[in-house]
Every structure is written in structure tokens, then in C-alpha cells.
């Protein structure tokens, strides 16, 4: 008797501990793919000036750390080279720093540079997209803007 006992206790304590088990799993396992981790990955970059001509375009690549210190590289083409010198350094290939915070997300393409700069200030607005303003500055502030969309990239199958 004091063996069915036992068992019946052990029976309960294993169907709760799979109660509760599973579901935090679960959220564990949710909240490390698509929280903040969820921006590490490869993405398509797009640039547009404030009239939503496309700019710039080309690849980059973001990854998040344990905190939300972002890093990354970039590789873009302007599409008009004629107007370069409107958007910026956007042309060309470096590395990237920043931030990611819950949705939003703030990029420096020229973490190097001082008076030179081109800041994504963004969020992500879909598991795979980011979207927001771009701002080219100077030592005179902002010298322009205009909107950008990142669309990430499928890994391919392993």
C-alpha cells in the first residue's frame, strides 16, 4: 500500500512538474528567438531619400550580444552617383555598432568617424524587418534623411 502511495505522489509531482515544465520551455525557448536575439542575422538594406526614391541598397549584418550591444558590417551601393554626396557615407563596406532595446534599434555605420556619420534609428517592425530613419551628420548637426527598411535574409538550409 505505502508503494502506491509512493507511486501516486511521484505520478502527481512528474504531471506537474510537465505542467509547468513544458510551458516555460516553451517560453524560454520563444522569448531566445525572437526577443532581442531575434535581430542577429543577415539583412537586405534599403535607403530612400524623404520623397521614398530608392538610394542605397545592399547587405548587413547584425549580431547581439548577452546585454543589447549590437555589432556588425556592412557592404552598400549607392544606385545614383551623382547624389553620394547627399546621403553620406552609405557606399562601400565597414562595421557597425549600436544598440537593440526591446523593438527599437539604433545603428552607427561609421562608429570611426566623428563628423561623418550615417545613424539608423529604427525598429523592428515584423520578425524579419526593421524599419526607420536614417540621418547623415556633420559637425553642423544633420545634413540629411531619409527612411530605411531592412528585410532579413532566410538562412539557407544546413
Not at 138 to 154: P, S
Amino acid at each position: 500500500m505505502n508503494i502506491k502511495k509512493n507511486l501516486s505522489r511521484l505520478t502527481k509531482i512528474i504531471n506537474l512538474t510537465g505542467c509547468i515544465g513544458f510551458p516555460l520551455g516553451c517560453f524560454l525557448f520563444c522569448f531566445s528567438a525572437f526577443g532581442n536575439g531575434g535581430i542577429s542575422g543577415t539583412y537586405v538594406y534599403q535607403a530612400f531619400d524623404a520623397n521614398g526614391n530608392l538610394l542605397v541598397r545592399g547587405v548587413v549584418t547584425l549580431r547581439l550580444d548577452q546585454t543589447v550591444q549590437v555589432t556588425g558590417s556592412w557592404k552598400l551601393q549607392t544606385l545614383d552617383k551623382n547624389k553620394s554626396r547627399e546621403h553620406g557615407p552609405q557606399a562601400g563596406a565597414g562595421r557597425i555598432v549600436g544598440q537593440s532595446n526591446g523593438e527599437k534599434v539604433f545603428l552607427n555605420l561609421n562608429p570611426d568617424q566623428y563628423d561623418n556619420n550615417i545613424f539608423l534609428d529604427g525598429r523592428k517592425t515584423t520578425m524579419v524587418k526593421i524599419s526607420g530613419k536614417w540621418g547623415y551628420y556633420g559637425y553642423a548637426g544633420k545634413l540629411n534623411e531619409g527612411n530605411f527598411e531592412m528585410v532579413r535574409q532566410q538562412e539557407a538550409p544546413k
